[in-house]
């Protein structure tokens, strides 16, 4: 992998990665930018401790330009795009609306591609892989600002999930506090550990469910399992067997096999709902352990953490979806319509050929 990293018009950073090593990166943005100016907060909840990130500035932003206007595309003659060159391998920018910026965090954009008309499913291996290397770098580097705690990489997809550019791309953002799910996932591993006097929950809940009939699909280095009390209709979480806190605690052997495995998962989903519905809306989200202090989740600290993906789409079936109602979305309390087991059993059945 070679890294490039440049700067757009407006001051952001811009930087490629590229699988060629000789690959010459020297593309101008000659867009009129000015600089971004953001009005982004974060405000505390006093009842509830969580926080919320105040973007007003996010109103303007790019909503489902037409093809040949996509921001994400490489520069082609004059119609000019976020990214200067006339193509790429993979590449990541700062995001011009970030719902986090300055002493608030950070937010990127990840392209997966430079085809526009491509998904992460249709990546080869080899571009799949350049993606994680993405993934590590920028977990490494935005874990050093002082502003940031927390490192989020994933990948909104389908106009369904409200996703307003249609371009394969995902996003990071780099929050300045342990995220709420996080916090409580360190909640219950703290319990645990005390009350069994030092196992860890991540391992005793890969063990239970390696022994049960919710594996998807297995390699030497990654299990794929619907959780036992899945929140989502059709939802996978995705293990390395060895347990390690973040994207840069994977040896060579994980990351080697993780394309594999990983594109293997996103082409079962596209086949859950036959082709007529093909392709699914999902989020893929991975989850890392925070960089900051864990003095407030007594007896942990961030190797207790397992790095770990969960993949998930809002639609239950064909021509219908997942709506976060009242108990949702007023009490948090997730309703789901299918047994996690007949989950399990349908994502087999749909192995892609």
Not at 181 to 201: D, Q, V
Request: a negative charge.
């Amino acid at each position: 992998m070679k890294k490039t990293s440049t700067r757009l018009a407006d001051g952001r950073e811009l930087i490629y990665y590229d699988l060629r090593d000789d690959t010459v990166r020297d593309a101008v943005d000659r867009r009129p930018l000015e600089r971004t100016v953001t009005t982004s907060e974060v405000r505390r909840d006093p009842l509830l401790g969580d926080s919320v990130a105040i973007a007003s500035h996010r109103q303007g932003r790019t909503y489902h330009p037409p093809a040949d206007e996509c921001p994400l595309c490489p520069s082609q003659g004059e119609r000019l795009s976020e990214i200067p060159d006339s193509s790429y391998d993979a590449v990541v920018f700062e995001n011009r609306f970030p719902s986090l910026a300055g002493d608030s965090g950070r937010c990127e954009v990840v392209c997966f591609t430079s085809d526009h008309n491509a998904s992460f499913a249709d990546l080869t291996e080899e571009q799949a892989r350049l993606v994680l290397d993405a993934w590590t770098d920028r977990t490494s580097e935005l874990s050093h600002l002082p502003s940031v705690e927390q490192v989020f990489c994933f990948e909104n997809r389908g106009a369904e999930i409200g996703v307003t550019l249609g371009h394969p791309h995902g996003q990071i953002y780099a929050y300045p506090f342990t995220t709420p799910r996080t916090a409580l996932m360190l909640r219950s591993l703290a319990t645990h550990k005390e009350a069994t006097g030092g196992e860890n929950l991540f391992d005793a809940v890969l063990e239970s469910e390696l022994a049960g009939e919710r594996v998807v699909l297995e390699g030497e280095h990654w299990v794929a399992f619907v959780p036992y009390a899945a929140h989502w209709p059709y939802e996978v979480h995705l293990y390395p067997r060895r347990r390690v806190p973040d994207l840069l605690g994977l040896d060579e052997e994980a990351r080697t096999e993780f394309p594999k495995v990983y594109l293997e998962l996103l082409r079962r989903f596209d086949r859950i709902f036959g082709e007529s519905e093909s392709p699914t809306p999902y989020i893929a989200a991975w989850h890392q352990a925070p960089f900051g202090a864990l003095e407030e989740f007594e007896g942990v600290n961030r190797d207790d953490f397992a790095l770990h993906l969960e993949l998930f789409t809002i639609r239950r079936t064909s021509g219908k979806l997942k709506f976060l109602a009242g108990s949702e979305s007023g009490m948090n309390v997730f309703i789901n319509d299918i047994r996690p087991e007949a989950a399990a059993q349908r994502l087999r059945e749909v192995a892609s050929s």
